[in-house]
C-alpha cells in the first residue's frame, strides 16, 4: 500500500459539475481530492480487506440473531424499549438488508482494524462507485496508469442487483432524505438513480413531509401511502421521534431494515470483543462501566453510542486527551476502544470504508485527513489496484 502524489486531471471540477457531483467541494476545502491516490497490491486487497469484510459481516449477522433475543443486551445498545419489538421483528421476518460500510485502520502491513461498522446511513456511495472509477478510466486513457489498473469497486453494479433482489417485480419506492442537506440528498439521487435503472418507480419525499393518515400508515407529502421507503436517516432518532409508536403498524418496508439500528450502534463494538476476543481485525473494547475497560490502560478512544463524522470521539494517549469535536453526543452513553494509530502517509491519516452491498463485499473508499480522526471534512481519495 503506497500513497503516490499524481496531477490533477483538466476539467475534473467541471466533469463533477456536469456529472452532479456538487458537494466535492465543502465548506470552501477539498473533499474530493485527486492531487494523490493509494495504489494496493491485489493479494492486499483481497486478503487484507475483502476477506475480513466478508468474515466480519458474517460475525454482525450472527450477534444480531443473539442480540434480539435479549431485552439486557438491547438495553445496553439504548435502544428504547417500546422499540425493540420492531427491532426483533425485523429480523424475524429477515427483513432485507441494502448496504453498510466497515471502516478500518489499514495500512498494507498487518491486519485491518475494525474502527466501527456504518450500517445504517453510510454516505460516500456516489464518490466510490461512480466518480472514483471515472478517475480511473481517464488516467488510464491518459497514460497516468498502466492499462492494467484496477480498483475493487463493484459498488454501483451490486446495488443495482440488490435493488432488483428486494424488489423483484420493481414498483414504487420511496427515499427520504433531509431536502437541504446537499450531502445527503445528493447521495439519495444518486441511489434513485440506481434504483431506476433496477426498474423501480422511485419518488422522494422530504423527511418532514412524511404524515400519518387516519389508518396509521405512513404517507408522502401527496398524501401516497409510503409502502417502501429508502431513509437517510438513522434508527437511533427515529426511535426516538413522537411517530415511533406507529412504526410497526404502518406496515412500511424498510431501507435500511430495523435490526440495523443494533449495528449502526458503536455498541456492537465490545459485543464482538466479548464474543470474539484476539479475532486479528477487531481492537478490545469495552463499554465504559464495565470493570474491564481497565484493561486498556490510559490509552483508548472514547465513543459515544451514537455519533456522525467523528463527533464527540476523544482519543486518550497515556492520559493525554485529545480535543474533541463536540456536538452533543454521548447522552446514551460511551465505549473504550484500543487506541489503533493510523499509520500516516506523507502525513495523512487514511482510513479504508470498505463496502457490504447484501451480504457481499463490494468496493474500497479512502477518506484522509491530517488529523487522527476522520470528520466530515476528511478528503476523500482515490484508489488503485497495480
Not at 29 to 37: I, M, P, Q, S
Not at 42 to 62: F, K, Q, S, V, Y
Not at 227 to 252: C, H, N, V
Not at 294 to 309: C, D, I, M, N, Q
Request: one cysteine or more; glycine letters at 8%.
Amino acid at each position: 500500500m503506497k500513497r503516490i502524489t499524481t496531477t490533477e486531471r483538466p476539467g475534473w471540477d467541471q466533469k463533477a459539475e456536469a456529472l452532479g457531483f456538487t458537494w466535492r467541494h465543502l465548506d470552501g476545502a477539498r473533499y474530493w481530492d485527486e492531487r494523490a491516490y493509494y495504489q494496493f497490491t491485489l493479494p492486499e486487497i483481497e486478503d487484507g480487506i475483502e476477506g475480513p469484510a466478508r468474515e466480519l459481516h458474517a460475525m454482525c449477522l450472527d450477534l444480531v440473531d443473539e442480540v434480539v433475543k435479549s431485552e439486557a443486551l438491547m438495553a445496553k445498545l439504548a435502544i428504547p424499549e417500546a422499540s425493540r419489538d420492531d427491532v426483533a421483528e425485523s429480523w424475524a421476518r429477515k427483513d432485507p438488508t441494502l448496504y453498510g460500510r466497515f471502516d478500518f485502520a489499514y495500512d498494507g502491513t498487518g491486519a485491518a482494524k475494525l474502527f466501527e461498522y456504518n450500517a445504517d446511513t453510510p454516505t460516500s456511495i456516489y464518490e466510490t462507485g461512480t466518480f472514483q472509477w471515472i478517475w480511473l478510466e481517464d488516467m488510464i486513457a491518459a497514460g497516468a496508469l498502466p492499462a492494467n489498473a484496477d480498483q475493487f469497486n463493484s459498488l454501483h453494479e451490486k446495488l443495482e442487483q440488490r435493488f432488483a433482489a428486494i424488489f423483484p417485480t420493481g414498483g414504487f419506492v420511496h427515499f427520504a432524505s433531509d431536502p437541504d442537506t446537499v450531502e445527503d440528498r445528493q447521495t439519495v439521487k444518486y441511489l434513485e438513480d440506481i434504483a431506476g435503472q433496477a426498474g423501480i418507480e422511485p419518488k422522494f419525499v422530504p423527511i418532514e413531509s412524511i404524515g400519518l393518515d387516519a389508518d396509521g400508515r405512513f404517507v408522502d407529502q401527496d398524501n401516497y401511502i409510503i409502502q417502501a421507503i429508502f431513509k437517510l436517516y438513522p434508527w437511533e432518532e427515529m426511535f426516538r421521534e413522537d411517530y415511533a409508536s406507529k412504526i410497526k403498524g404502518s406496515k412500511t418496508r424498510f431501507l435500511e431494515p430495523a435490526w440495523k439500528a443494533i449495528l449502526s450502534n458503536k455498541g456492537m463494538l465490545p459485543l464482538l470483543w466479548a464474543r470474539h476476543a484476539g479475532h486479528p481485525n477487531l481492537l478490545p473494547a469495552f463499554f465504559e462501566e464495565d470493570p474491564r475497560a481497565a484493561e486498556l490502560g490510559r490509552s483508548y478512544v472514547r465513543k459515544p453510542l451514537f455519533s456522525r463524522e467523528g463527533a464527540n470521539i476523544e482519543l486518550v494517549d497515556e492520559g493525554r486527551r485529545a480535543k474533541v469535536l463536540d456536538q452533543g453526543y454521548g447522552e446514551e452513553g460511551h465505549i473504550r476502544q484500543a487506541l489503533h494509530p493510523l499509520t500516516p502517509f506523507d502525513g495523512n491519516y487514511p482510513v479504508v470504508g470498505a463496502w457490504i452491498v447484501g451480504d457481499e463485499p463490494a468496493g474500497v473508499g479512502i477518506r484522509e485527513d491530517r488529523s487522527r480522526v476522520t470528520k466530515n471534512l476528511s478528503r476523500f481519495v482515490p484508489h488503485v489496484i497495480v
